[in-house]
Structures are given as C-alpha cells and as structure tokens.
C-alpha cells in the first residue's frame, strides 16, 4: 500500500515539475517577444514616429467595436467638466 502513495507522490511531483518548465520555458518565449517588439518601436522611434501615440493606438485597435468612442466621449464630457475644453 505505500508502494501506491509513493507512486502517486513521484507522478505528482513529476507533473508539477512538466509544468514549471513549461511555464519556464513560455516565460522565456515572453521574454523574447518583449525584447523584439522593444527593437519594433525602436526602429519607428528612429524614423521619428511618436512610439508613446503608437502604443495608445495599439491599446485602441485592441478594444472592442465602439467601445473607445464611448471612452472619448466619457473622457470629453469629464474634460469638459473640468474646464479644460
């Protein structure tokens, strides 16, 4: 009978160690993803494009249909409020 608890114990531990390294390794793809899309907007960044409006367009195009019309318009309304329009 115990034969079965440590064979359970060593397949537990086994899976678990299958899943650090495969998040190990998905970190490390992140990692490189990260580093080429920094080289991306260091490339537009020398041909004079605003790398800081770039990544506001990036995080639009990401939202749903209408739903950055809504934002702009709450946005205007409070900016409005504010007297800054």
Do not use: C, P, W
């Not at 993803?33 to 260091?42: F, G, H, N, R």
């Amino acid at each position: 009978m115990a034969d079965i608890g440590d064979n359970s114990g060593s397949i537990a531990a086994q899976e678990l160690r299958l899943f650090v390294e495969r998040v190990e390794r998905l970190e490390e793809e992140k990692k490189g993803l990260a580093d080429d899309i920094k080289e991306v907007m260091s490339e537009m960044k020398s041909r004079g494009y605003d790398t800081k409006i770039v990544r506001k367009l990036i995080a639009i195009r990401k939202k749903k249909k209408g739903e950055h019309e809504e934002e702009a318009m709450i946005l205007e309304t409070y900016m409005a409020a504010l007297g800054m329009i």
